[in-house]
């Protein structure tokens, strides 16, 4: 089992909040369209960041995620327990009641000593799955993806996983058999500039979707900036190993950048996904169809 790369930056550096201003994307989304990738940060007075946490990130909360989510044209939305928190999923959960529990969902971060009774309760509250994060740290250790995924098979929720280009090389095994639905997050972490669809840790990607794992597509942390055109390759080679496996996030507010130059625009992402999947068949599957399969819309 892969263990994650170190970190060479500190421990708790700041990064930037999101963008003041969303532009319009120059397409309308579907009825029923889903962001299936975003956290909530704050208010840090009543939610605390974790010590562990690799970076700090200002408040980013409801009303801010609302503004955005209504200039983009979409509907719905998966809240993904961001790394800050650790396995404290207070601010994901409180998130889901305040976005409506007939338009939220979200993803936990727990550890293999949960039990299914505290599963449960948290699905009740709209948990549909749990995140493993190998990039940013400070959640869950990939030793405990088979032990955990037993527990998820009995809930049908699905196990969601980021991690690095050379990790999926070595996880490739080990998530095809598992028992429960698999979510790669932000394409596999391959790079654009490493190789694209040609990198290895690609390949593995695809080979796993054609196999019936899911897939989020979320390029911009593998691009070398917008509008994104060097992961469109990647992103359509995914959509044609399983159209009816990909779905698409923000990944709003963006967190862990360095710098506010590099905070994407969300109508900018949609326009991306909108020259990925041209076809309105296509944006109905990943952005409606799909998600309401995997999270139970």
Known sequence: MPSPRPRSEPMTR?????RAVTSRPGWKAPPGATDCHMHIFGPHDRYPLSPGRGYTP???GIALYREMLSTIGLERTVVVQ???????NRVTLDAVEALGRGRARAVVVVDESVDLPTLRAMGERGARGVRFNAVSGNGTP???LEALADKLTTLGWHLQLYAHAPEMVALEPVLARLPCPVVIDHMGGVQAA???VENPGFRALIRLLERGTWAKLCGYRSSAGAPYGDVAAMARAMIAAAPDRCVWGTDWPHPSLASPDEVPD???LLDAL????PREAQRQAILVDNPARLYGF
């Open 14 to 18: 700041p990064c930037p909040g999101p």
């Open 142 to 144: 990939l030793e405990q």
């Open 58 to 60: 200002p408040e980013a």
């Open 274 to 277: 909108g020259t990925w999947a």
């Open 194 to 196: 490493e190789g694209g």
């Open 82 to 88: 961001p790394s800050v928190y650790g396995t404290d």
């Open 266 to 268: 969300d109508g900018v």
